[in-house]
């Protein structure tokens, strides 16, 4: 297993990572040069989305279903760009989404099953600074994504159904949160830019009318690496690392 470059120097890079977001398309924007990090140093990633991003576009000339088909083959894409193929939808409602006990349940099912060393997810705490990054259905997303890894996949009494399904429980040592408000994890992805501007260009949907994607995106970026102290002209992912053991 290679390492990945941060700001605390080479880190090795986990076997399995778990990316949990709420739509289509949040991975792509938050992570996706990270994931493309973690695959090329010979990580396996998979991808759990709670909904399929049925609220996502204002052209009503499309039905729900239609809407939700093509998000989906869209992020089949985006993944398959920085070597993903493990994607599971959990469709519930875009715009409506809530840590409930069932999301919760639908999470803890997904860590049991692709037991990850380190689960990448949203933040649940907003950043007034950047209200787009937290859209309720990204907090709502973070929130019970961090309660299925701790209490709930390690917990054998929680949700005794999915030890009937044969999942039993599993520990996730460390949590990476995106759009995070203190992060103190930064990746540099340089040298994966264009993988990550390949995946946000495969949601056509969302980024099709954006031509200063690649320009917009990598200022994100480079900020994160100045911020970090990187050299300039380098590009970075930002997290906060959370402890769970």
């Given at each position: 297993?290679?390492?990945v470059?941060?700001?605390?120097?080479?880190?090795a890079?986990?076997?399995?990572?778990?990316v949990?977001?709420?739509h289509p398309?949040?991975?792509?924007?938050?992570?996706?040069?990270?994931?493309?990090?973690?695959?090329?140093?010979?990580?396996?990633?998979s991808?759990c989305?709670a909904?399929s991003?049925?609220?996502g576009?204002?052209?009503?000339?499309?039905?729900?279903?239609?809407?939700?088909?093509?998000r989906?083959?869209?992020?089949?894409?985006?993944?398959?760009?920085?070597g993903?193929?493990?994607?599971t939808?959990?469709?519930?409602g875009?715009?409506?989404?809530?840590?409930?006990?069932?999301?919760?349940?639908?999470i803890?099912?997904?860590?049991r099953?692709?037991?990850?060393?380190?689960v990448?997810?949203?933040?649940?705490?907003?950043?007034?600074?950047?209200?787009?990054?937290?859209?309720?259905?990204h907090?709502?997303?973070?929130e019970?994504?961090?309660?299925?890894?701790?209490?709930?996949?390690r917990?054998?009494?929680?949700?005794?159904?999915?030890?009937?399904?044969g999942?039993e429980?599993?520990v996730?040592?460390?949590?990476w949160?995106?759009?995070?408000?203190?992060?103190d994890?930064?990746v540099?992805?340089?040298?994966?830019f264009?993988r990550?501007?390949?995946?946000l260009?495969?949601?056509?949907?969302q980024?099709?009318?954006?031509?200063?994607?690649?320009e917009?995106?990598?200022?994100?970026?480079a900020?994160?690496?100045?911020?970090?102290?990187?050299?300039?002209g380098?590009?970075?992912e930002a997290?906060?690392?959370?402890?769970?053991?």
């Open positions: 297993m290679a390492d470059m941060t700001d605390r120097g080479p880190l890079a986990p076997s399995r990572a778990l949990v977001c709420a398309d949040d991975v792509d924007f938050g992570a996706a040069g990270t994931v493309a990090s973690l695959t090329a140093a010979g990580c396996t990633v991808y989305l909904t991003g049925d609220a576009s204002d052209d009503l000339s499309f039905t729900t279903d239609e809407l939700v088909a093509l989906e083959k869209e992020q089949r894409a985006a993944a398959h760009e920085v993903v193929d493990d994607l939808f959990l469709r519930h875009d715009g409506r989404l809530e840590a409930t006990l069932e999301l919760r349940r639908d803890t099912r997904v860590v099953r692709v037991r990850p060393d380190v990448i997810c949203q933040s649940p705490e907003r950043i007034l600074e950047r209200i787009f990054a937290s859209h309720p259905d907090l709502a997303a973070g019970a994504t961090l309660c299925a890894v701790y209490p709930d996949a917990n054998p009494r929680a949700f005794p159904e999915l030890l009937a399904e999942l429980p599993h996730v040592p460390q949590v949160l995106m759009a995070h408000p203190r992060p994890l930064v540099d992805v340089t040298e994966h264009d990550k501007i390949a995946a260009r495969a949601h056509l949907s980024t099709g009318h954006r031509s200063d994607l690649e917009m995106v990598g200022g994100w970026l900020g994160n690496a100045e911020q970090a102290g990187f050299d300039r380098r590009l970075a997290f906060k690392v959370v402890p769970t053991v």
